[in-house]
């Protein structure tokens, strides 16, 4: 009776039974790529899958490549549905991505029963050069604007500082009453001056090479004193 009971209950657990046997498997999917890091024209990868037990079975097997943000810019469904007998591996991919830092997600999903679903999604993360050496590029930039208006902003300081003594000492002073005394000194010595006749060699113009602004000023002040003088004689002369 006990043997009839187990015999029945096995009937009726068999197919059961040998649909899990058969069903029974383990697949896992790898990205394949080379490095770390790329250039962006370099970059390229593939995905493939792998039984590790079981018998064949139909895979199906997405990817997707996200930025640094989280946001998703690259989307990829090798397989839907397909067979697979021992490896499936995708084609490669060559999505040239803008510099900076991705993760891409790679994930299957088998039609028999996956003993181990751990393996079922692979993630690797990767960085796209460029971005570091335009950050590096810009912030040269920035310092050589900072120190170009540095450098003009200290000119025009030293320009705005100069000493006023400096300044100051770049303006000749004309004493006010020193004309006046010179001629008042010019007639008091021409009173003690006996008359003498005027000749045309009496006035000869001085010969200068080179005089400052300062010298050429005393020069005619001089000559004004001589034919102020003489003038002073001609007039003594004929009153006479």
Do not use: H
């Amino acid at each position: 009776m006990e043997k009839l009971a187990f015999a029945v209950i096995f009937m009726i657990l068999s197919p059961y039974i040998s649909f899990a046997q058969q069903q029974s498997c383990d697949y896992k999917i790898e990205i394949l790529v080379d490095a770390e890091e790329f250039e962006s024209e370099d970059f390229k990868w593939r995905m493939r899958a792998t039984k590790i037990e079981g018998k064949s079975t139909n895979i199906t097997g997405t990817a997707k490549i996200e930025d640094s943000d989280g946001k998703t810019v690259k989307t990829y469904k090798p397989w839907t549905e397909d067979s697979i007998a021992k490896q499936k591996t995708s084609s490669e991919y060559s999505p040239n991505l803008k510099p900076g830092e991705y993760e891409i997600t790679a994930e299957i999903s088998v039609e028999c029963d996956d003993a181990i679903k751990d393996n079922n999604e692979d993630a690797r993360k990767i960085t796209i050069k460029g971005a570091a050496e335009e950050a590096k590029e810009e912030e040269a930039k920035n310092e050589d604007e900072d120190i170009q208006t540095e450098a003009a902003t200290a000119l025009v300081s030293d320009a705005d500082a100069e000493p006023t003594a400096e300044k100051e000492a770049k303006i000749i002073p004309k004493p006010a009453d020193e004309e006046e005394n010179t001629i008042q000194l010019a007639n008091k010595n021409t009173q003690k001056i006996q008359p003498q006749p005027v000749t045309s060699s009496a006035i000869q113009a001085p010969q200068i090479v080179y005089e400052s602004s300062g010298e050429r000023a005393k020069t005619w002040i001089m000559i004004f004193l001589l034919t102020l003088s003489i003038l002073f004689n001609i007039i003594l002369i004929w009153k006479r």
